[in-house]
């Protein structure tokens, strides 16, 4: 074969090789490229190598150095069509990661929390009593001895002042001069707060945490929560408190709610009252109640013989416990949310 054949011939297949390698478009094209034109047993290029053996003697070592050259290019341009490919092929998949977004189907739902139980129950409670038109009100959670005990009419000796049945705050009253300071061990201290504030009528409730040192157990704990009540007007009565209690029992147990009234003692009312509540037929002590002792009124200059009021004060953990069945005080503070995600 003259050189001059064999060259061509390798031109032929260069061109032809470098057209295939450009048109293949994904990796499936190209190998059957590559195999057309490298294969190893019958490739094209293997093919023309074998044609070698029949140029003339004189023109072997030119048509060896063609015949490489022409290799090589075809080996770059397999290559740079592999790495075009390549390229191409992530952009699609990363293409299609948007693509396969399709925004007619139905979102993942968030998991959603919700309030906790005692949280849920004072909003009830709020606005149970706002219906019967008692607006809340709030007072603070460390308190001064006023507040809390002398203006209730509970006197320096009384046994409730001890130091052990408080959480007296050592340093704090000492650093601001207002005498010693607690924590409120009752919501009635907002009472005096709110007398103290508004000239009767009032009708007020206040919903918070009070704190005793008391050993927890199923019923006890160093922390609950209150509903303290007062009305204070003209006439107001011991029936007018019946009735609130009982609407207050009915509207948060449902029809089968009833109260009851035992005589009791609480230095800030007279008479007093503890106040029963029974649903399903289960009489349960949800709190204290009474008429608005003189001393209290005239204490935050109130005339007692004007105006007059009851006050009750019920525990929160009472009254949700007994509606949903929860038997132990101490399962609202664990923060267990498999109790929680019950309610
Ligand atoms: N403060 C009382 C307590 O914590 C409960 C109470 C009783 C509140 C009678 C009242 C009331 O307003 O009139 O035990």
Redesign the pocket.
């Known amino acids: 074969m003259a050189l001059a054949e064999f060259v061509a011939e390798l031109a032929g297949l260069l061109d032809d090789a470098e057209k295939a390698f450009a048109a293949a478009g994904d990796a499936q094209a190209l190998e059957a490229a590559r195999i057309e034109f490298l294969g190893a047993k019958s490739g094209r290029l293997k093919n023309v190598q074998k044609g070698l053996a029949g140029v003339d003697k004189d023109d072997k070592p030119a048509a060896g150095k063609r015949f490489n050259e022409v290799k090589e290019a075809i080996a770059t341009a397999f290559e740079a069509a592999k790495e075009r490919v390549e390229r191409a092929r992530t952009a699609v998949a990363g293409r299609r990661g948007s693509e396969q977004f399709d925004p007619t189907l139905p979102g993942r739902p968030v998991r959603l929390g919700h309030l906790h139980l005692l949280t849920q129950t004072i909003e009830d409670l709020k606005e149970i009593m706002g219906r019967l038109g008692f607006t809340a009100a709030s007072g603070p959670e460390i308190e001064d001895e006023w507040h809390n005990f002398q203006a209730l009419n509970i006197p320096p000796a009384h046994p409730a002042r001890d130091p052990l049945e408080n959480f007296y705050l050592a340093t704090a009253g000492a650093a601001t001069g207002s005498g010693p300071l607690l924590l409120r061990?009752?919501?009635?201290t907002v009472?005096i707060r709110v007398m103290e504030q508004t000239p009767p009528p009032v009708r007020i409730i206040s919903l918070g945490r009070?704190y005793r040192p008391d050993t927890a157990d199923a019923t006890h704990y160093p922390m609950f929560h209150?509903i303290?009540?007062?009305l204070i007007d003209r006439h107001a009565t011991m029936a007018d408190l019946k009735s609130v209690l009982r609407l207050f029992a009915k509207s948060y147990f449902g029809g089968d709610g009833h109260i009851r009234f035992r005589p009791s003692f609480?230095p800030?009312?007279e008479p007093?009252v503890e106040v029963d509540m029974s649903w399903n037929e289960r009489w349960i002590e949800m709190?204290?109640?009474?008429m608005v002792d003189p001393n209290v009124l005239a204490a935050v200059g109130y005339d007692p013989e004007e105006v007059s009021g009851?006050?009750?004060?019920l525990g929160v953990e009472r009254v949700c416990a007994r509606r949903y069945g929860v038997t132990d005080i101490r399962e609202f503070y664990k923060n267990d949310v498999r109790f929680l995600e019950q309610f």
């Open positions: 061990t009752q919501t009635s009472q009070v209150q303290e009540g007062l609480f800030f009312t007093s709190g204290g109640a009474g009851f006050a009750f004060g």
